[in-house]
């Protein structure tokens, strides 16, 4: 049963990737799909994209954990995962919000 330890990895290390580009992008880093570009917006683009960034790491947390719980041989590894999303991908919106009202111009 060690795929859904790796599955978990390969997702952590998804997010954790979307979090270091935005550390090392130049233009301010998008959060919704679709959305204009925000350059105008944003006073202080390395404080937004390091706030992104540490938002995507942050989020990336519950898959390592997840994983590390799965490669031990819990199946306490599946409940770690769907509480991180359920209560994760709400609060990177939330939490996408407050970083953009942070940092865009009033």
Known sequence: ?????VVSAF?????????IYALKTKKPMRFWSGSENISEEITDVKAYNRANAV???AFSAVFFISALIG??????????MMAG????IPALAVAYKKIYKRYSKK
């Open 71 to 80: 490669f031990l041989g819990s199946e306490a590894a599946g409940w770690v």
């Open 1 to 5: 049963m060690m795929i859904f330890p």
């Open 11 to 19: 997702a952590g290390s998804f997010f954790a990737g979307i979090g």
């Open 85 to 88: 999303c359920l209560a994760g």
């Open 55 to 57: 938002l995507w790491i």
